[in-house]
C-alpha cells in the first residue's frame, strides 16, 4: 500500500493567514492526488483533484501543487469558515489510501 | 444534482455481518462513475473500503478484502456493502461517495452523509 503522511497535523492560523499543508506518499503517485476538507460530523469535500485542479465551486483561494511523491495545499488567507480538517489522498492504486490528516484551528 | 443516502442498522453485534445500502437519486447508477464506501472511526481519519462500477467490477481493501463484499442493484438505483465477522475495530461512520470520472482516478465528489455503526453486543 502506498502510505501517505501529511504535515504537520495541525495547525493553528488567524482569518487572513496563509496557510500550506504537505502531503507526502510513500512512492511516486504521479499527480493522482486528491484533497478533502472536512468539517465536525459532515461528510469530506472535495476541494482538489489531480494535485492541482479545482473542483467546481470551490474558492479561488484553496490551491494545489505538486507530483510524484510531494503535494501542497494552500490556503491564501483563511476565512472563518475554512477551519476544518483536511486530508490528501491518493488515487494511484490500490488500495486508495489517506493522509492522516490536518486539523486548522482558529489561533 | 446526484445525493447518496446511507440506510443500514446502526447497531451490528460482534461476529455479525454489518449489512448498508447507499441509494442514489437525481442520477443513474449506470453512469460512468465507480461507487464507493469509504468509513471513518471515532476520532480518526479515513479509510477506503472498496468501489463499485454498475458493470459489476469491483476493487477492495486488501485489508478488508476477506470479509467485504460490495454489490449492485441497478433496478433500485442503489449499490450495498457487506462486512462480515465484525469486531469493535469495526465501528465508524460510513460513506457511500462516487467517483466523478470513470476511472476513479479524480477523487469523490459527491458524498452521502454518513451513517455510524457500532459493534456491540
Known amino acids: 500500500d502506498i502510505q501517505m503522511t501529511q504535515s504537520p497535523s495541525s495547525v493553528s492560523a488567524s482569518v487572513g493567514d496563509r496557510v500550506t499543508i504537505t502531503c507526502r506518499a510513500s512512492q511516486g503517485i504521479s499527480s493522482w492526488l486528491a484533497w478533502y476538507q472536512q468539517k465536525p460530523g459532515k461528510a469530506p469535500k472535495l476541494l482538489i483533484y489531480a494535485a492541482s485542479s479545482l473542483q467546481s465551486g470551490v474558492p479561488s483561494r484553496f490551491s494545489g501543487s505538486g507530483s510524484g511523491t510531494d503535494f501542497t495545499l494552500t490556503i491564501s488567507s483563511l476565512q472563518p469558515e475554512d477551519f476544518a480538517t483536511y486530508y490528501c489522498q491518493q488515487a494511484n492504486s490500490f488500495p486508495r489510501t489517506f493522509g492522516g490528516g490536518t486539523k486548522v484551528e482558529i489561533k | 444534482q446526484v445525493q447518496l443516502q446511507e440506510s443500514g442498522p446502526g447497531l451490528v453485534k460482534p461476529s455479525g455481518t454489518l449489512s448498508l445500502t447507499c441509494a442514489v437519486s437525481g442520477g443513474s447508477i449506470s453512469s460512468s462513475n465507480w461507487w464507493s464506501w469509504v468509513r471513518q472511526p471515532p476520532g480518526k481519519g479515513l479509510e477506503w473500503i472498496g468501489e463499485?462500477?454498475?458493470?459489476?467490477?469491483?476493487n477492495y481493501n486488501p485489508s478488508l478484502k476477506s470479509r467485504v463484499t460490495i454489490s449492485v442493484d441497478k433496478s433500485k438505483n442503489q449499490f450495498s456493502l457487506k462486512l462480515s465477522s465484525v469486531t469493535a475495530a469495526d465501528t465508524a461512520v460510513y460513506y457511500c461517495a462516487r467517483d466523478w470520472d470513470s476511472s476513479s482516478r479524480y477523487g469523490m465528489d459527491v458524498w452521502g452523509q454518513g451513517t455510524t455503526v457500532t459493534v456491540s453486543s
Open positions: 463499485i462500477y454498475h458493470s459489476g467490477s469491483t
